[in-house]
């Protein structure tokens, strides 16, 4: 396994085991069928975003806030997997 494979099951695993039962769905489904096909800066993205709390990013993703600019991009394509 390479260093982008592991990069990808870790980034899986810490989607998956959030800590709202919620965002484990949303996040974990999007990184288990999305995050093989992103490009590195999207990769690392998803993984940036991983480092913020719970409620933030529910906020971001049913649109009651704007997260900041650097993670606009990954949250437009988690949003747009669920449309």
């Known amino acids: ?10 980034l899986q695993l810490r989607a998956h085991l959030r800590g709202s039962k919620e ?3 949303l ?3 999007f990184s288990k069928k999305h995050l ?3 490009d590195k800066k ?8 991983l480092d913020y709390s719970d409620p933030e ?8 806030s704007r997260p900041p600019e650097h993670l606009t991009k990954i ?3 988690i949003i ?4």
């Open 1 to 10: 396994m390479n260093n982008h494979q592991e990069l990808i099951k870790k």
């Open 23 to 25: 965002n484990c769905e």
């Open 27 to 29: 996040l974990g489904s």
């Open 36 to 38: 093989c096909n992103l």
């Open 42 to 49: 999207r990769i690392n993205d998803f993984e940036k975003l």
């Open 57 to 64: 990013i529910t906020d971001w993703l049913l649109g009651y």
């Open 75 to 77: 949250i437009e394509s």
């Open 80 to 83: 747009k997997f669920y449309k």
